[in-house]
């Protein structure tokens, strides 16, 4: 039997076994290849003895296994064959060892390393690539690395290379996936032009990394993702820090945390139609400074697509300063380029970042937003400019659904060369505010602190809104169907020149609400305080305002058309004119009783206190807390009967009441008042049933009493008006529980016996 015939019978034999189950057998695989490069010169010469990097390529890409190319340490190979580049034309892997060696081009207009199979994956060590002469505008894809395969650059520096219409790092396809397509670890990437890393349609990470002082961009993607940058500077570029683009899905994602983005010179970030931008720790700083079409730190467009996840920006501990934009948002802008009716709705959230020190030649000096719900918490807008609306935030997204807070974020010292100095918002369905700090900013136009549009809702609670100018509104100028405000203080803000409306505010809404707040210093030529503008529904309830100023109402002023309900507040010390006046007609101000007041502008009835005397209030603190203290012995302590204290807190969080009953004003405090005379005990009594609003037969009774109590004890004959309390004391206690609140019932008794025992 032949050797031949012998084979083929064991090979059909072992066919049979292995469709049979029986035999399992492992294919031997080649092993790796190292090839050792033994010169420095780019020579092609299988006859001298040498193998060099050239050659050592071309072996790579032809026997079939992964190789790994090892450079000598700490060699320089220039490169003098300009054919074209070193080629590695297979599906396999090669890795290039450089030995902190340097590859020199010598060629002009040629590239260094190409690696062309899909299937391949080429990985680069310890290497310097250096581009040399390169004399010629030339527009190379990959100048110094083209790769169809995965690409991998791991501690390698690449310099000088000059390809200003093409790129100097390219790669291609296979987006959306890991291992990344190309990854750039611990590598400098300087001095060269062109679009420096660029990736098409592919994922990429880069990672401990530098990108800086190129001509040109320093990451540019087409529709790539992900794109993960790690700790990593990308800076002093001549366009843009990273570029992306996407189709506006979620998959999309931009991630770049522990980084640095700056100095350069369009934009720090520029993704168009991405679905997530995520930043933690990263610094977006300086940008936009020297190109002509500078877009600042961050320019984001996002779509609200049916069927997709919403687009979203997350920044968390990050800071985005000093960045300038020839259109809107200096730091940040946030524009849509595909919203469809029913589509989610976009996100920006900005978590303890600082947005300071940036400029838009339009709208929104910090921030710009047109798209989505905007959060920002516990950050900062400070020292931004726009040259439009909104110095330091222009919030631009239409419609009922919208949203905008400014949760205990400082908005301070910003600029705007029309409305809104601090925050412009267009439009919104609601805009609010817990804790927010608004002070120091300017507006042209009107709204200095805030200027909004109009909003469904408008809501601050312990927001500070102080030492801000504008035309009219100087603190705020608002619009919307309910505006209110909880434990917040607005004071010192100021229209300027003098000749404006709503120091404090200027408000248009349907109902307005103010409550355990303080309006104090503030100053106008109309509505020092507070400014009503349309036929509003106004409640002022433990509000405290002092020491504003304007020639008509220098604490309110209002249309007729405006009701203005004043109850348990104190409105007291009017610099200039009186407390409240109307604007084309009479202040419509009614009162609920239990205040303090200047004067009786602003409407009073008998519980209130009408009075000249010195409220005795404490300097204002504009910390947290705030407000205007009280001293024991001023005439706020005690206004308010317990059965009428019926706001739990105060400005400062202190329970209500204090004392024996509560204060007029935003502040609660311990009043040290001496106690009323029996008259005045009786007095207050009355008017303590009669605002319990009873049914009118059990108050008139009730009342009758106690005026007969009244008259007896002023005829001396106080066993008679014992009698007379005892008989009040009997009947509240008989309707306890049915005709009077059991709680009111209780606190009616306790007064009408002190001032029985008191005889």
Same mark, same amino acid.
Not at 30 to 59: H, K, M, N, P, Y
Not at 283 to 290: A, D, Q, S
Not at 659 to 674: K, R, Y
């Given at each position: 039997?032949?050797r031949?015939?012998a084979?083929c019978?064991?090979?059909?034999a072992l066919a049979?076994?292995?469709g049979?189950?029986l ?7 080649a092993?790796?290849?190292t090839?050792? #490069? ?6 092609v010469?299988?006859? @001298? ?8 390529f071309?072996?790579?890409g032809?026997n079939?296994? @992964?190789?790994?190319?090892s450079?000598g ?9 300009c054919?074209?580049?070193?080629t590695?034309a ?8 450089g *030995?902190?060696?340097?590859i020199?081009?010598?060629c002009?207009?040629?590239?260094i ?10 990985e680069l060590? *310890?290497?310097?690539?250096d ?5 010629t505008?030339t527009?190379?894809?990959? $100048? ?7 690409l991998?650059?791991s ?6 290379v ?11 396809f ?23 890393v660029?990736?098409?349609n592919c ?12 001509t ?6 087409v ?6 940058v ?5 800076? *002093?570029n ?7 683009t ?11 945390n522990?980084?640095?983005?700056e ?6 970030i ?8 995520s ?7 300086? !940008?936009?400074?020297?190109?002509v ?6 320019s984001?467009s996002?779509?609200e ?13 990050s800071?985005?300063?000093g960045n300038?934009s020839t ?18 709705t ?10 300071d ?6 709208d ?5 937003v047109?798209?989505?719900n ?13 040259a ?14 919208s ?8 908005i301070?010292?910003?600029?705007a060369g029309?409305?809104?100095g ?16 608004i002070?120091?900013n300017?507006?042209?136009? !009107?709204?200095?602190?805030?200027k909004?549009?109009?909003a ?8 500070k809104?102080?030492?801000?100018? $504008? ?19 607005i004071?010192d !803000?100021?229209?300027?020149? #003098? ?13 307005t609400?103010?409550l ?15 400014n009503f503008?349309?036929?509003?529904q ?10 504003d100023?304007?020639?008509?109402g ?20 009017p ?18 009783g239990?205040?303090?007041l ?18 005795q209030?404490?300097?204002l ?6 407000g ?6 001023s ?14 807190? @105060?400005?400062r ?7 024996a009953?509560c ?15 029996p008259?005045?005990a ?5 008017a ?14 009730l ?9 007896a004890?002023?005829? !001396?004959?106080k066993?008679a008006?014992?009698i007379?309390?005892t ?6 206690t ?10 009111a ?9 002190a ?5």
């Amino acid at each position: 039997m032949s050797r031949i015939t012998a084979a083929c019978l064991r090979a059909a034999a072992l066919a049979g076994l292995l469709g049979s189950g029986l035999v399992a057998v492992a294919v031997p695989t080649a092993s790796a290849a190292t090839i050792t #490069v033994t010169t420095t010169a780019d020579t092609v010469d299988g006859g @001298d003895g040498q193998t060099s990097l050239r050659e050592a390529f071309t072996t790579a890409g032809a026997n079939g296994v @992964d190789d790994t190319i090892s450079l000598g340490a700490g060699q320089t190979y220039i490169l003098t064959d300009c054919a074209g580049p070193m080629t590695h034309a297979e599906g396999h892997e090669l890795v290039v060892e450089g *030995n902190n060696s340097t590859i020199e081009q010598g060629c002009d207009a040629t590239g260094i390393v190409d690696s062309t199979d899909h299937a391949g994956r080429l990985e680069l060590r *310890n290497l310097v690539i250096d581009g040399g002469p390169n004399t010629t505008n030339t527009g190379l894809e990959g $100048a110094a690395v083209r790769s169809d395969s995965e690409l991998m650059l791991s501690t390698v520096e690449i310099r000088n290379v000059l390809s200003p219409n093409g790129s100097v790092v390219w790669s291609s396809f296979d987006h959306g996936i890991t291992p990344y397509r190309m990854s750039i670890l611990g590598s400098n990437l300087h001095h060269n032009t062109g679009s420096i890393v660029f990736c098409e349609n592919c994922s990429a990470r880069v990672d401990g990394s530098t990108i800086s002082a190129n001509t040109g961009s320093g990451i540019s993607m087409v529709d790539g993702y992900p794109l993960v940058v790690e700790s990593s500077t990308i800076s *002093n570029n001549t366009r843009a820090g990273i570029s992306d683009t996407g189709q506006g899905f979620p998959a999309n994602k931009l991630t770049i945390n522990n980084s640095q983005i700056e100095n350069n010179g369009r934009v720090g970030i520029r993704c168009v139609n991405c679905g997530v931008l995520s930043m933690y720790s990263t610094g977006v700083n300086g !940008n936009g400074l020297t190109a002509v079409d500078a877009l600042g730190g961050i320019s984001f467009s996002m779509s609200e697509r049916n069927g997709t996840p919403a687009s979203s920006i997350s920044s968390i501990l990050s800071s985005i300063t000093g960045n300038k934009s020839t259109a809107a948002g200096g730091g940040l802008s946030v524009t849509p380029i595909l919203v469809e009716d029913g589509g989610e709705t976009a996100t920006t959230y900005l978590d303890r970042t600082t947005i300071d020190g940036n400029q838009s030649a339009g709208d929104g000096g910090g921030v710009a937003v047109s798209v989505g719900n905007l959060n920002l918490y516990k950050g900062s807008l400070i020292g931004n400019t726009a040259a439009g609306k909104g110095g330091g935030l222009a919030y631009l997204t239409p419609g009922p659904a919208s949203a905008v807070s400014l949760d205990s974020t400082e908005i301070q010292t910003n600029t705007a060369g029309t409305d809104g100095g601090g925050v412009h918002v267009a439009g919104a369905g609601s805009v609010s505010g817990f804790q927010p700090i608004i002070s120091g900013n300017t507006a042209t136009g !009107n709204g200095g602190g805030i200027k909004v549009g109009f909003a469904f809702q408008v809501g601050f609670d312990g927001g500070k809104i102080y030492g801000n100018t $504008a035309a009219n509104g100087a603190g705020l100028d608002l619009a919307g169907e309910v505006v209110k405000f909880d434990k917040t203080t607005i004071n010192d !803000n100021a229209v300027a020149p #003098v000749t404006g409306t709503g120091g404090g505010a200027r408000i248009s809404a349907m109902a307005t609400e103010l409550l355990n707040s303080t309006v104090n210093g503030n100053t106008a030529a109309v509505g020092g305080g507070l400014n009503f503008t349309t036929a509003t529904q106004v409640k002022l309830t433990h509000v405290t305002m002092a020491d504003d100023t304007a020639t008509t109402g220098a604490h309110i002023a209002a249309v007729p058309a405006a009701t203005v309900a004043i109850s348990r507040s104190a409105l007291v010390l009017p610099i200039t004119g009186t407390a409240c006046a109307g604007v084309g007609g009479a202040f419509n101000g009614t009162s609920g009783g239990f205040s303090v007041l200047r004067d009786a502008t602003c409407g009073s009835i008998a519980s209130d206190l009408v009075t000249a005397a010195d409220p005795q209030l404490a300097p204002l603190t504009n910390g947290y807390p705030s407000g205007r203290l009280p001293a024991a012995t001023s005439p706020l302590g005690g206004r308010v009967p317990v059965a009428s204290c019926t706001i739990e807190d @105060d400005q400062r969080l202190q329970a209500r009441p204090l004392g024996a009953n509560c204060d007029a004003g935003s502040v609660e405090f311990v009043e040290t008042v001496a106690p009323p005379s029996p008259d005045k005990a009786l007095k207050d009594l009355i008017a303590e049933v009669r605002a319990l609003h009873l049914v009118k037969p059990l108050e008139t009774v009730l009342v009758l009493k106690l005026e007969l109590a009244r008259a007896a004890i002023k005829a !001396n004959h106080k066993p008679a008006a014992k009698i007379l309390l005892t008989a009040f004391i009997a009947e509240v206690t008989a309707q306890s529980g049915k005709k009077i609140p059991a709680a009111a019932a209780a606190q009616l008794v306790i007064k009408a016996t002190a001032i029985r025992d008191s005889l």
